[in-house]
């Protein structure tokens, strides 16, 4: 049983004045104050109803009942003594005297900590308490005035105060475990495992060289007494001959977890809401609404920009929701609003002509002001929808509680969703069809932001990759369960190749033939030829054929992940002349994977020129802007390569493919900053390419007709060589962009309101997203 905080326990007791006592004297966690002393407590001045209370909480937990008194606290001695290292013995002191006394519990030695390893935050209560101590009123306190003064303030903090402190120390433990992350990839991390293990391995020799011999019985059990006295070791502690212990249930223990992701949740709602409310807006209410009819324009375009891809809402439900506020015939409950709220605020990204961003954020502040924990307990299902919706929210403000939201709504979505039915239940397929949508969701900033995914082989086999009802699967169903699935086949490839010395022939052969095989089975009515063919299989609405050629975007997409590794160890091998070469593959091998890649890259432009010819294209769709910066960086790192190589054929097609990409950037670069930054990289690498690219085919030494119509070789000018000094920073500098394309690893001075975080080594990473 994992030991309780002890700033819980203290809270509890009223002993909070003491919690900064004890950690600055060493007791920093529950397990530590276990063995305190009565020594302990005269040293750190313990009042002795406080003495009491601690020794009670002390013997429930270690299972003495409360039928057996403590006995009497000796008075204090007249000179102070120091701390002492265990409290067994002033514990068997305090137990009645029937029960025996227990040996003194061994110092036990603990591996020093790894020196390299990132730095754990603190928590939110310190965090509170070392801003507090900035106070001048507060910082000429005594350092036992200061403790009480610290936690008397955090007891009446207003609880959205208070969350807003946890919500920064979740964002910093989030943090740290993303550094931890990639901290155990390095060697650093397996060296100190190496020495943890040979330090455990020392320390069971030496306990069994100092353990006397124990005779055993013909039976295999020790020749001691087989009746133990009753252990009074903390439950987590107990072995497995001891008495046994009450272990939650397995669907207790899904709640709690599902109640802690929802913490997490609302701390990150929180949050966002805090940077808005800050601006001094009024929020809406049932008495204070926007206007019904824009309203009513700013849902229906979130249902239409996001319902063909993935299911969350339909018009019925957008009218029934609006019928209920602005015509109520019984009060509104609170989650009828935060759905108004929060669907008209997503809507306003897509229509940008609906409401304005300070009424687009007003409203969505409003939805999460309606939206909290009591509001989530009344339907989990319209709780994990509206997860779900505000997760899109917070995808295109670039915050990171998006992650938070997703990871709630799937544990509601694994916790409550019914199990599968023989017979068709509408409640059954809202809740499978929201699961898969929340999949998909998961699988999308695992591949682009480079998060661990949170999805088990269980949700993607009975949830993203099986239709509800195979007999009567309608256009949009297929649509959306391949989505799910080749969103999970992206998701396991950057997992997969996370690390150079994961792109072996092995790996790539394998998810290869996940991607054909994602390929193959694909719907007749979903292929490109049938979508292209002047009779189709089915009647189809703009955006439903929008969303087919996002699916095969998609796929595309994954076929560059799948090489982008190959690109980046094909260029350094050629800037060192064959010495940066490490992958299991061979040079030709690589090449042939570049291509492949060039030509998906490719493939992706069309299909983007084909969206934006159509006129649907959203000025803030995700999807389009992401594939669109990684297809373009692909296809002038093929340049590049080409170029280095002294091959000129194909150079032109590709700079004219990534010239296309960044023509569909350009009309998102007022509305996403993000596609503005990218578009400010892409086009000065770009034209430094064009450039050597022209001067390395030569100019004609006739006329400029020459230009127009086939010459004669010797009629032109010898080509110049590419120097290596001169591709290589493009070179590298597309690495960097491939390989980090939110700049998480690089110097960057102005983030955009992103988060910055000290590595271990003294760099900082960068995120871009809030």
């Known amino acids: 049983m994992a030991m309780p905080p002890l700033t819980e326990i203290l809270e509890r007791l009223g002993l909070t004045e003491y919690t900064d006592v004890l950690t600055q004297n060493g007791f920093y966690n529950w397990e530590t104050v276990l063995d305190i002393t009565e020594d302990d407590m005269t040293a750190l001045h313990f009042k002795l109803g406080h003495r009491r209370a601690l020794q009670r909480e002390i013997a429930t937990y270690r299972g003495i009942s409360l039928a057996e008194s403590l006995m009497e606290l000796d008075s204090p001695p007249s000179e102070p003594t120091s701390l002492s290292a265990s409290a067994l013995e002033s514990l068997s002191r305090q137990t009645s005297s029937s029960t025996p006394a227990r040996e003194k519990r061994r110092y036990r030695r603990h591996p020093r900590p790894d020196p390299n390893a990132p730095k754990k935050p603190k928590t939110a209560y310190v965090n509170f308490a070392d801003q507090l101590r900035t106070d001048p009123g507060v910082a000429n306190l005594s350092f036992v005035d200061i403790a009480k003064e610290v936690g008397r303030r955090w007891q009446v903090l207003p609880a959205e105060q208070k969350r807003i402190w946890e919500s920064h120390a979740a964002r910093a433990m989030q943090e740290f475990e993303a550094q931890m992350d990639e901290y155990k990839k390095t060697d650093s991390w397996r060296k100190y495992q190496s020495y943890v293990n040979d330090f455990k391995v020392q320390q069971a020799k030496a306990a069994s060289a100092k353990r006397p011999g124990i005779s055993r019985n013909e039976s295999g059990e020790s020749g001691e ?27 207790n223990s899904e709640a709690e977890v599902c109640h802690n992701a929802l913490t997490l949740a609302f701390s990150e709602l929180v949050s966002l809401r805090g940077e808005i409310l800050s601006q001094s807006i009024q929020p809406y209410d049932n008495h204070h609404l926007p206007s019904e009819e824009l309203t009513r324009r700013a849902m229906y375009a979130f249902v239409r920009g996001t319902c063909s891809l993935l299911y969350m809402w339909t018009y019925e439900q957008c009218d029934e929701i609006l019928e209920r506020i602005y015509r109520p015939t019984q009060s509104v409950d609170a989650m009828t609003l935060a759905e108004c709220f929060t669907v008209a605020a997503m809507g306003a990204h897509y229509d940008l002509d609906c409401f304005p961003d300070r009424i687009r954020q007003t409203l969505y502040a409003s939805g999460t002001l309606h939206f909290h924990e009591k509001t989530a307990r009344v339907d989990y299902l319209r709780t994990m929808r509206l997860l779900l919706s505000m997760s899109f929210y917070a995808l295109l403000e670039k915050h990171m509680s998006a992650r938070y939201l997703i990871a709630a709504g799937l544990q509601i979505a694994r916790w409550k969703c019914p199990g599968q039915q023989g017979k068709l239940d509408p409640i059954s397929e809202s809740w499978r069809r929201i699961f898969r949508s929340l999949v998909f969701m998961d699988c999308w900033l695992s591949y682009t932001l480079g998060y661990t995914t949170e999805i088990t082989p269980e949700d993607a086999a009975q949830i993203a990759c099986m239709p509800y009802a195979p007999d009567i699967v309608s256009i949009e169903e297929m649509i959306h369960t391949q989505t799910s699935k080749i969103g999970l086949v992206a998701a396991e490839i950057a997992k997969t190749l996370a690390s150079p010395e994961l792109v072996t022939r092995e790996n790539i052969d394998t998810l290869k033939r996940k991607l054909d095989t994602w390929r193959n089975q694909v719907p007749l009515a979903l292929q490109l030829g049938t979508l292209t063919s002047p009779t189709p299989l089915r009647a189809m609405t703009l955006y439903q054929r929008r969303a087919i050629l996002m699916l095969h975007i998609m796929y595309l997409g994954a076929l560059m992940l799948l090489y982008r590794q190959l690109l980046v160890a094909t260029a350094e091998t050629q800037l060192t002349d064959g010495a940066a070469w490490s992958l299991d593959l061979t040079i030709e091998d690589a090449k042939k994977y570049r291509d492949q890649c060039s030509v998906a890259a490719q493939q992706v432009a069309r299909i983007l020129r084909l969206i934006s010819f159509d006129g649907t ?154």
């Open 225 to 251: 007494s087989s009746r133990k006295p009753e252990s009074r070791e903390s439950p987590g502690r107990a072995s497995s001959t001891d008495s046994p212990i009450s272990v939650p249930s397995s669907a």
């Open 617 to 770: 294209l959203t000025k803030r769709c995700w999807i389009i802007i992401y594939w669109a910066f990684s297809s373009c960086i692909v296809l002038l790192f093929s340049a590049t390569t080409k170029l280095l190589e002294g091959c000129v054929d194909g150079v032109d097609e590709d700079l004219t493919y990534a010239k296309g990409c960044m023509e569909i950037l350009e009309p998102c670069r007022s509305f996403e900053p993000i596609a503005s930054r990218y578009l400010d990289t892409l086009w000065p690498l770009y034209d430094s390419l064009r450039n050597i690219h022209h001067r390395v085919l030569g100019r004609a030494k006739t006329s400029i007709f020459s230009l127009l119509q086939p010459t004669d070789s010797n009629l032109l000018s010898p080509p110049i060589p590419v120097s290596k000094t001169e591709i290589g920073p493009i070179s590298e500098k597309l690495s960097e962009l491939l390989t980090d394309p939110f700049g998480r690893k690089q110097g960057v001075k102005n983030n955009n309101g992103g988060r910055r975080i000290l590595n271990a080594d003294g760099s900082c990473s960068v995120f871009w997203w809030r």
